[in-house]
Structures are given as C-alpha cells and as structure tokens.
C-alpha cells in the first residue's frame, strides 16, 4: 500500500512568490530525490508569509520505516520537531515553530516560521 509523507512549510519575511519557490526547490534538494511541489500560495494568517506544500510518495515502506525516515528528513531542515504519536493508527505527525532556541540547519532555511509533517495513505 502506497503513503505518502506531505511537508506542509510557513515562510515568514518573504513578499515574492519566486522567493518561496526558490526555498522550495532547496528544500526538495535537501530532502532527496522524488518530492512535488503540490502547491505553493500567499498565507494569509502572517504577513509576508507563504505556505509551501511537498509530497514524496512510498510504495515499498512499513509505517514504523516511514516513521523514523519522517523523523530523520524533518530534522535535516529545523529543529525541534514535536512529535505526536498515535499507537492505534500507528501513524507520526510533526510540527515545527519557530522560536529563539530553534536550530536551523541551514542560513536559506532561516525563512521557516511553522512546518507540519505527515505520513498518509496515498
């Protein structure tokens, strides 16, 4: 059964849509091979801000192997992630916010306000 791992990204300090496809291109370059950009669009919620969404789908994974890949692809953007467990769905769901001990892994990822991570069935 296929899943698919969507990275849902708030930008903040960006009034260009080219900026925010610019970051989503290094974060697919950061992730690996096979990610979309599912969409990219204005947020409204934050001034001067974008939300980005990339999907990478898996048809050869178990949930618990997805669930630490999830982990370890999170991790090489921002972090602290909270991670949220369900046992019975067996499922994992990230979330990022930005804050003053947030450690960002690279100076072009300084842009990530809020991130969401999740592992779904395709």
Do not use: C
């Amino acid at each position: 059964m296929n899943k698919n791992i969507l990275l849902t990204i708030i930008t903040e300090n960006q009034t260009q849509k080219v900026k925010a496809e610019k970051l989503a291109e290094l974060l697919k370059n950061e992730l690996g091979e096979g990610w979309e950009t599912e969409n990219i669009e204005k947020y409204y919620k934050f001034e001067n801000s974008f939300k980005i969404e990339l999907k990478k789908t898996f048809s050869d994974k178990t949930q618990d192997k997805l669930n630490l890949i999830g982990i370890s692809l999170a991790d090489r953007l921002v972090s602290p992630w909270l991670v949220y467990y369900d046992k019975d769905e067996n499922s994992v769901e990230l979330i990022f916010n930005k804050d003053n001990f947030s450690r960002i892994r690279k100076t072009d990822f300084n842009v990530i306000r809020w991130g969401q991570l999740l592992i779904t069935e395709a």
